[in-house]
């Protein structure tokens, strides 16, 4: 999104802000509660449960969250109290994913770097054809 949050793309950005502006441990980035979301739909009724899905699923795929989780110790429900613990799978889970994800955007940015530069020789062989070729 651009520097306003006024007007999301997609509905799930909408929800997903309103939750962070609603629950503080969406705001703060904090290891919720598993089955967080049946609380946010106990507290938000009306909210679309699709809507909630993907932006549950946008903010605990985000590299804060899962950097939350590979340091955090605890979960926190919707009120910001303690009900559990991140395990150490689930640490192990998220620095995989995070890993992962750092070593596919390497790849690209290499990728993009190599194609670039293949680009770059390619137009200078080009200036060097057409000035050799140059008849005046």
């Given at each position: 999104?651009?520097?306003?949050?006024?007007?999301?793309?997609?509905p799930?950005?909408?929800?997903l802000?309103?939750l962070?502006?609603?629950?503080?441990?969406f705001?703060?980035?904090?290891?919720?509660?598993?089955?967080?979301?049946?609380?946010?739909l106990?507290?938000i009724?009306?909210?679309?449960?699709?809507?909630?899905?993907?932006?549950?699923?946008?903010?605990t795929?985000?590299?804060?969250?899962?950097?939350a989780l590979t340091?955090?110790?605890?979960?926190?429900?919707?009120?910001g109290?303690?009900?559990?613990?991140?395990?150490?799978?689930?640490?192990?889970?998220?620095?995989?994913t995070?890993?992962?994800r750092f070593?596919?955007?390497?790849?690209?940015?290499?990728?993009?770097?190599?194609?670039?530069?293949?680009?770059?020789?390619?137009?200078?062989?080009?200036?060097?054809?057409?000035?050799?070729?140059n008849?005046r």
């Amino acid at each position: 999104m651009s520097g306003s949050d006024s007007k999301p793309r997609d509905p799930h950005h909408a929800v997903l802000i309103s939750l962070r502006s609603t629950f503080p441990v969406f705001q703060e980035c904090r290891p919720l509660a598993i089955g967080i979301h049946k609380g946010v739909l106990e507290r938000i009724p009306d909210i679309n449960p699709q809507q909630l899905r993907l932006a549950m699923r946008m903010h605990t795929a985000s590299a804060r969250y899962l950097k939350a989780l590979t340091n955090g110790e605890t979960r926190f429900d919707l009120d910001g109290n303690a009900v559990g613990a991140v395990t150490p799978e689930q640490k192990q889970q998220a620095l995989d994913t995070l890993r992962e994800r750092f070593r596919k955007g390497a790849e690209q940015h290499k990728a993009r770097l190599l194609a670039q530069q293949q680009e770059q020789h390619r137009q200078e062989n080009l200036i060097k054809l057409a000035k050799k070729f140059n008849v005046r």
